[in-house]
Structure formats: structure tokens, C-alpha cells
T-cell receptor, first 113, second 115 residues
Framework: KNQVEQSPQSLIILEGKNCTLQ??????????LRWYKQDTGRGPVSLTI?????NTKSNGRYTATLDADTKQSSLHITASQLSDSASYIC????????????FGAGTQVVVTP | EPEVTQTPSHQVTQMGQEVILRCVPI?????FYWYRQILGQKVEFLVSFYNNEISEKSEIFDDQFSVERPDGSNFTLKIRSTKLEDSAMYFC?????????????FGPGTRLTVL
């Protein structure tokens, strides 16, 4: 069964600190992996998109890594800001699909002053 | 910056009633999607739509659901006879092209409450 598992479920960090979120997937055949940020009550917003041949992708203070061999990805947030408080969702796309993405449950990040 | 819009932001309906959720995708986008997110759960794919027809649908998207692009701008999701378990946030999304790495843009969602 195609699955996307994220950890931790939630975390609290101090403003200015770094954090790393994890994503493990069993989706096959794999096409690409995306990280989204979802503020409460809003739609997800794309942060990064990586194909199986890419190891890392950055978007400002967000850096995603991908190991397609071990089927693991991480999202690193550098110098966190209060506005980073949100749910971060790992989404995996199947090779033969245009939009039948498999969503993870998300990691809820709370940045405190 | 162009964005996907959805109306209404919140819809309350009685069980058994029909509802239509409306979306206006980004104007030059060609691929459209509906997702739902039950409170506290993960986002789930419902259906994708291209060239005026459904290209993929999930097992959730049964006969009570239908989608339509009635004109050049709107994309609608109809639920014929709502059930309590249809209560969720419904997100519309659109994408420009067929590249699997194209960004999907999500709307702000419609919160559907079935009483």
C-alpha cells in the first residue's frame, strides 16, 4: 500500500532555532516528492518539489533533501520565525499519475518567541 | 500574483441535501483537482480533471460526487445527497501543464458542515 509517514507529529521550537522534519514513503512507482506548508484553515502552499534524481532543493530558509534509495526525505528550517508556525506536509506523486498524490499527515510546527 | 479562489468559504447543509462547491482556478491553468481534508486528518485526493473530463478519481469519489467546468473559468464539485461524513474542508487546486513537477496551487478551501 502506498504510504507517506511523517515525524515528529508535532514540535515546538524557539524563534531563531533550526529544525528538521522527516518523511518516509513507500509510494511506488515514485515520480516526485513535494513539501507543502499549510497554515491553519488555509490551503497548502508549495515549498519544494524534487524528482527522484535530485538530492536537495532549497527555497529560502527551507531546504529539502531526498534519498530515493532509502525512500526518505527531510525538510530543514533554518533560523525559524514566528510565521513558520504551520503544518508541514510531505506529498509523494506516482509516476503514472497527474495528481493522485499521497499526502502525509503533516508535522505541526509551533515557533515560540 | 494569480491565485485559486473558492466560494463559499463555509457551507452548512442538512444531511441529504445537495451542495455545489465552486472554484475559480488560475486562468491559464489546464489541470484541475479537488481534495478534501476531514478535521484533524490528512489531505485526500478526490478527482483530477483535464480537457473537460475526469482523468483520475479516488475510491472516495463515488456516484454522489460529480465535477463540472460549466464555463471557461469555474470548476465545481457537486455532492448530490450529503452525509454526515462529508463534513470536511474541500480544496480546489490547479496546475499549468502536464509536467509532473509543475507546481499545484491550492485554493483557501470551503469548509462543509453537514448537520
Amino acid at each position: 500500500k502506498n504510504q507517506v509517514e511523517q515525524s515528529p507529529q508535532s514540535l515546538i521550537i524557539l524563534e531563531g532555532k533550526n529544525c528538521t522534519l522527516q518523511c518516509n514513503y513507500t509510494v511506488s512507482p515514485f515520480s516526485n516528492l513535494r513539501w507543502y506548508k499549510q497554515d491553519t484553515g488555509r490551503g497548502p502552499v508549495s515549498l519544494t518539489i524534487m524528482t527522484f534524481s535530485e538530492n536537495t532543493k532549497s527555497n529560502g530558509r527551507y531546504t529539502a533533501t531526498l534519498d530515493a534509495d532509502t525512500k526518505q526525505s527531510s525538510l530543514h528550517i533554518t533560523a525559524s520565525q514566528l510565521s513558520d508556525s504551520a503544518s508541514y506536509i510531505c506529498v509523494v506523486s506516482l509516476t503514472d499519475s497527474w495528481g493522485k498524490f499521497q499526502f502525509g499527515a503533516g508535522t505541526q510546527v509551533v515557533v515560540t518567541p | 500574483e494569480p491565485e485559486v479562489t473558492q466560494t463559499p468559504s463555509h457551507q452548512v447543509t442538512q444531511m441529504g441535501q445537495e451542495v455545489i462547491l465552486r472554484c475559480v482556478p488560475i486562468s491559464n491553468h489546464l489541470y484541475f483537482y479537488w481534495y478534501r481534508q476531514i478535521l484533524g486528518q490528512k489531505v485526500e485526493f478526490l478527482v483530477s480533471f483535464y480537457n473537460n473530463e475526469i482523468s483520475e478519481k479516488s475510491e472516495i469519489f463515488d456516484d454522489q460526487f460529480s465535477v463540472e467546468r460549466p464555463d471557461g473559468s469555474n470548476f465545481t464539485l457537486k455532492i448530490r445527497s450529503t452525509k454526515l461524513e462529508d463534513s470536511a474542508m474541500y480544496f480546489c487546486a490547479s496546475r499549468l501543464g502536464a509536467q509532473t513537477t509543475d507546481t499545484q496551487y491550492f485554493g483557501p478551501g470551503t469548509r462543509l458542515t453537514v448537520l
